[in-house]
Every structure is written in structure tokens, then in C-alpha cells.
């Protein structure tokens, strides 16, 4: 049983020339089905689809999603849940599965967790290998043309919920993901360089002075949703100097 971890950027024009060697090769590919995400599991499909590698698709198990107590454990219960789901399609499929990781798996993934459960769970022996695709942070640098950092200074990167004790801890150059109804209350004199759908065809882009800009970023995020069905950004945030 083999299953290779394959980045696919942000759709069929994202996936590199090693990853679609890979995707050939695999006799099927494995992606979680989430109610509120058809959109992003069409994108897969499509992927797929320009490969030639048929989709099977699990149910992705519920997940405590409303800021639970213990934030740690509530998404280990969903990687174990996640795990069982996958380790049902390996067992009764076999072969070679490509299991497609929106963006980089290095980067708010959960795949290659989930798969080394799989393995460490020992029901049925697994290899595995991972291999890269581009993520958010760099579509949203190439689209603005900037570098992610200035010369020689780091960029921190954070989920929106750990934004605040990032800036209180003195981060003043941030990358940051997994928006959802976190804001950037506080920063308005801050430059932010901002997207939404990137590298789809919902794609928004909005630079600027937060406080000036933040209308347009609320405005181009209800476009990206209503374009796509959904919608999911990514901002650089740097202190002013
Ligand atoms: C679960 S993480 C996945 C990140 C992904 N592995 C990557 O390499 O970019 C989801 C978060 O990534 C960012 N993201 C993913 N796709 C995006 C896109 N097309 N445009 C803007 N941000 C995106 C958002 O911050 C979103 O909340």
C-alpha cells in the first residue's frame, strides 16, 4: 500500500510537473467531502479530471469548530476520525492512492498527520512520500509583486486566532492564514497586501493602508464568496516604519 502526499497548488494550473508524473501513476486519488466546500472538492475533481486519476471521496468527519475549550484536542479527535475514514478507502482499495493537498502540506495542513496516524495505527502497513506545491503566501507575493520579508528580516507566520498575541509579542511582519471572522481591529495605520481565491478564477487583491482599505477588502471578499461559494484569504501584514 502506497500513498504519496501531493501538493496541488491551488487547482490543475498549479500542479507542478513532478506532481502530475506522480498523480499518472496512482491508480486512484483520495479527497474529504465537506458540506460546505463542493467548490474547492470541484477543484480537486478537475484535477483529477486533467490527469486521468479517478476521485474517491470520504465524508469528512464532524469537527468542533466554535473555539473549542481545547483547541489541540478537539483536532486530534478529527485526525483520528479523518484517519479511520482514509484507512477505510486504503484497506478495501490497496494500490497507490494520491491523497491532493490544497497549497503546500507543509503549511495548515493536516494530511501528512493524518497519514502517519494511518500508519502508526498499524492495521495495514503504509509508505508514503510527500511531494511540494505552491501555497497561498507565495501566490499572494507573486500577485502583489513583493518579497515576503525586507532585506535580511524574518515574516511570521500565524493563524488569524494568534494574530494579536503575535503583534503584542512584537511581530511586526506577518503572514496571515485561516481568516475565518478574525480581524484585524488595531492596525489600521499597519500596510496590509491581501487575497482572496488565489490562483482561481474569484481571485481578489487588495494593498494598501489597513485603515484606509479595509472597506475594499470586506467588499472584495463578499465578491470572492459570491463568486465561488466560498471563500478563503491570506494577508501580509507589516508595521508601518
Ligand atoms: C487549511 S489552510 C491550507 C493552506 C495550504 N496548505 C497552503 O499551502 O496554502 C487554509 C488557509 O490557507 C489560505 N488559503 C488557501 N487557499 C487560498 C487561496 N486560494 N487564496 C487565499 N488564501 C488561501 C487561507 O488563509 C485559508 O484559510
Given at each position: 500500500?502506497?500513498?504519496?502526499?501531493?501538493g496541488?497548488?491551488m487547482?490543475?494550473?498549479?500542479?507542478t510537473v513532478?506532481?502530475?508524473?506522480?498523480?499518472r501513476?496512482?491508480?486512484?486519488?483520495?479527497?474529504?467531502r465537506?458540506?460546505?466546500?463542493?467548490?474547492?472538492l470541484?477543484?480537486?475533481?478537475?484535477?483529477?479530471?486533467a490527469f486521468?486519476?479517478?476521485?474517491?471521496?470520504?465524508?469528512?468527519?464532524?469537527?468542533?469548530?466554535?473555539?473549542?475549550a481545547?483547541?489541540?484536542a478537539?483536532?486530534?479527535?478529527?485526525?483520528?476520525?479523518r484517519?479511520?475514514?482514509?484507512?477505510?478507502?486504503?484497506?478495501?482499495r490497496?494500490g497507490?492512492?494520491a491523497?491532493?493537498?490544497w497549497?503546500?502540506?507543509?503549511?495548515?495542513?493536516?494530511?501528512?498527520?493524518?497519514?502517519?496516524?494511518?500508519?502508526?495505527?498499524?492495521r495495514t502497513?503504509?509508505?508514503?512520500?510527500v511531494?511540494p506545491?505552491?501555497?497561498?503566501?507565495?501566490?499572494?507575493?507573486?500577485?502583489h509583486?513583493?518579497v515576503?520579508?525586507?532585506?535580511?528580516?524574518?515574516v511570521?507566520?500565524?493563524?488569524?486566532?494568534?494574530?494579536?498575541e503575535a503583534?503584542?509579542?512584537?511581530?511586526?511582519?506577518?503572514v496571515?492564514?485561516?481568516?475565518?471572522?478574525?480581524?484585524?481591529?488595531?492596525?489600521e495605520?499597519?500596510?496590509i497586501?491581501w487575497g482572496?481565491?488565489?490562483?482561481?478564477?474569484s481571485e481578489?487583491?487588495?494593498?494598501?493602508?489597513?485603515?484606509?482599505?479595509?472597506p475594499?477588502?470586506?467588499?472584495?471578499?463578499?465578491?470572492?464568496?459570491?463568486?465561488?461559494?466560498?471563500?478563503?484569504d491570506?494577508?501580509?501584514?507589516r508595521?508601518?516604519?
Amino acid at each position: 500500500m502506497r500513498v504519496r502526499i501531493l501538493g496541488i497548488g491551488m487547482g490543475p494550473r498549479h500542479v507542478t510537473v513532478e506532481v502530475a508524473d506522480a498523480l499518472r501513476g496512482c491508480d486512484y486519488a483520495v479527497a474529504v467531502r465537506k458540506r460546505d466546500d463542493d467548490g474547492l472538492l470541484a477543484l480537486r475533481r478537475s484535477v483529477c479530471d486533467a490527469f486521468g486519476v479517478p476521485l474517491v471521496t470520504v465524508a469528512d468527519p464532524e469537527r468542533d469548530r466554535d473555539d473549542p475549550a481545547d483547541y489541540p484536542a478537539a483536532v486530534a479527535d478529527w485526525h483520528e476520525a479523518r484517519a479511520v475514514a482514509f484507512e477505510r478507502v486504503l484497506v478495501e482499495r490497496g494500490g497507490t492512492a494520491a491523497f491532493l493537498v490544497w497549497g503546500d502540506p507543509s503549511l495548515y495542513d493536516s494530511t501528512l498527520r493524518i497519514v502517519e496516524r494511518i500508519a502508526a495505527r498499524g492495521r495495514t502497513p503504509v509508505e508514503y512520500d510527500v511531494l511540494p506545491g505552491i501555497s497561498a503566501p507565495q501566490i499572494l507575493a507573486a500577485r502583489h509583486g513583493i518579497v515576503l520579508h525586507e532585506v535580511g528580516r524574518p515574516v511570521h507566520v500565524t493563524p488569524a486566532r494568534r494574530l494579536r498575541e503575535a503583534v503584542e509579542a512584537g511581530q511586526d511582519n506577518l503572514v496571515v492564514m485561516l481568516g475565518g471572522r478574525h480581524g484585524f481591529e488595531g492596525l489600521e495605520d499597519w500596510t496590509i497586501w491581501w487575497g482572496a481565491n488565489l490562483g482561481t478564477a474569484s481571485e481578489e487583491l487588495v494593498a494598501g493602508r489597513l485603515g484606509d482599505v479595509r472597506p475594499d477588502i470586506d467588499a472584495a471578499r463578499r465578491r470572492a464568496r459570491d463568486g465561488a461559494g466560498w471563500v478563503m484569504d491570506t494577508a501580509l501584514l507589516r508595521r508601518a516604519s
